[in-house]
Nanobody
Framework: QVQLVESGGGLVQPGGSLRLSCVAS????????MNWYRQAPGKQREFVAR???????NYADSVRGRFTASRDNAKNTVYLQMNSLKPEDTAGYYC???????????WGQGTQVTVSS
């Protein structure tokens, strides 16, 4: 079965960095785009970044220039490098992929990122 397992979250001071990882299993990882979303308390889940199956990326305006999404198809892993973190980046971060046709959304359990001094 499809599994997405995130890790790498934690508490970091403003201006700091974290790298999130998401290990995927149960599907042909190299053929699907992988997404990162986040959800802050009391807010809707929002798109953060996407890395396509061939490594192309796009980002939400709020993180562009600070966050970098990448993938290692040999390790079935997608990454989110987060630099210059701000308190407003505090949220649960979730890995996602829409798999198959017409497509089913799969989600990881999330990893918490807290940016605070």
């Amino acid at each position: 079965q499809v599994q997405l397992v995130e890790s790498g979250g934690g508490l970091v001071q403003p201006g700091g960095s974290l790298r999130l990882s998401c290990v995927a299993s149960g599907f042909m990882f190299s053929t699907y785009s992988m997404n990162w979303y986040r959800q802050a308390p009391g807010k809707q889940r929002e798109f953060v970044a996407r890395v396509t199956n061939v490594g192309g990326t796009n980002y939400a305006d709020s993180v562009r220039g600070r966050f970098t999404a990448s993938r290692d198809n040999a390790k079935n892993t997608v990454y989110l490098q987060m630099n210059s973190l701000k308190p407003e980046d505090t949220a649960g971060y979730y890995c996602n992929s829409r798999i198959g046709w017409p497509g089913v959304d799969y989600w990881g359990q999330g990893t918490q990122v807290t940016v605070s001094s």
